[in-house]
């Protein structure tokens, strides 16, 4: 079986930063791309940066500037370093990962059961 676990939230003020960790552990035998999602009270689950297994990154409009995705291909993880908090950015910040295992040799998608960021203002 496969596991994402994601570490790092809490709370912070505005303005602040937090770095968000994902690992992925289990029977991998390899990572596609690798996803950092967020969904806030009463809203649909959006999609905040992705990275791919190159190394190639896609952000959101909201979070371009702020926010930076990164990987470590030989810790199973990614990364999402949050600077210049605002209120908005208050959500559960899930991540997916597209993961090949032996069993399942083609990409399926993973989720972590989520952290929470709350941001004050």
């Known amino acids: 079986q496969v596991q994402l676990v994601e570490s790092g939230g809490g709370l912070v003020q505005a303005g602040g930063s937090l770095r968000l960790s994902c690992a992925a552990s289990?029977?991998?035998?390899?990572?596609?791309?690798m996803y950092w999602y967020r969904q806030a009270p009463r809203k649909q689950r959006e999609l905040v940066a992705a990275?791919?297994?190159?190394?190639?990154?896609n952000y959101a409009d909201f979070v371009k500037g702020r926010f930076t995705i990164s990987r470590d291909n030989a810790k199973n993880t990614v990364f999402l370093q949050m600077n210049s908090l605002k209120p908005g950015d208050t959500a559960v910040y899930y991540c997916?990962?597209?993961?090949?295992?032996?069993?399942?040799?083609?990409?399926?998608?993973?989720w972590g059961k989520g952290t929470l960021v709350t941001v004050s203002s």
């Open positions: 997916k990962a597209v993961i090949a295992t032996i069993q399942v040799p083609y990409g399926v998608d993973y």
């Open positions: 289990g029977s991998i035998f390899s990572i596609n791309s």
């Open positions: 990275i791919t297994s190159g190394g190639s990154t």
